[in-house]
T-cell receptor, first 115, second 109 residues
């Protein structure tokens, strides 16, 4: 597509429930990133996919968080047994290769609220 | 550890010039990015510097000094639509982007 698409744009869930967030990157972008942004905070790196390589999961805050990228395109971020501290905007970005020079293109994000 | 510092908030007047500073300490350097983020929206790419000096792009310019670990974003002829957060990010030796917390710029008429 023309841009990075994320769904849903907003999600309210009860504490303890599982949620799935979806990201559809720009066609042809080999790299895909998930970030979390809490109010007034910088972007917190979660996970990075590059082509067919093993993902860099070093930013995932706990084992409740996982992500997949199927067929080198669409990615799903899953949060199990959600907690109130998981409330944030989850941003997905994609780039050519490592994102040098042209940077990343971000989606509009999913605002997750855990009540 | 890796660290990006930028002011939390700045205020400027419509039509004026503002400079947003960013200092960094990272493991290696593969370039510095500035992004603009309007409230409730995704960050959008503004500039990329990998060599020392000034890069000019219309009303926006970005400067880099690698020896000082320092960059600034210069916005000229400020418009109300420039009210946004400006994020500084450095790409480290592992090609990971390390992000600052952002500078919220408030433009007053």
């Amino acid at each position: 597509g023309a841009g990075v698409s994320q769904s849903p744009s907003n999600k309210v869930t009860e504490k303890g429930k599982d949620v799935e967030l979806r990201c559809d990157p720009i066609s042809g972008h080999t790299a895909l990133y998930w970030y979390r942004q809490s109010l007034g905070q910088g972007l917190e790196f979660l996970i990075y996919f590059q082509g067919n390589s093993a993902p860099d999961k070093s930013g995932l805050p706990s084992d409740r968080f996982s992500a997949e990228r199927t067929g080198g395109s669409v990615s799903t971020l899953t949060i199990q047994r959600t907690q109130q501290e998981d409330s944030a905007v989850y941003l997905c970005a994609s780039s050519f290769s490592r994102g040098v020079i042209y940077g990343y293109t971000f989606g509009s994000g999913t605002r997750l609220t855990v009540v | 550890g890796q660290n990006i510092d930028q002011p939390t908030e700045m205020t400027a007047t419509e039509g004026a010039i503002v400079q947003i500073n960013c200092t960094y300490q990272t493991s290696g350097f593969n370039g510095l990015f500035w992004y603009q983020q309007h409230a409730g929206e995704a960050p959008t790419f503004l500039s990329y510097n990998v060599l020392d000096g000034l890069e000019e792009k219309g009303r926006f310019s970005s400067f880099l000094s690698r020896s000082k670990g320092y960059s600034y974003l210069l916005l000229k002829e400020l418009q109300m639509k420039d009210s946004a957060s400006y994020l500084c990010a450095v790409m480290d030796s592992n090609y990971q982007l390390i992000w600052g917390a952002g500078t919220k710029l408030i433009i007053k008429p």
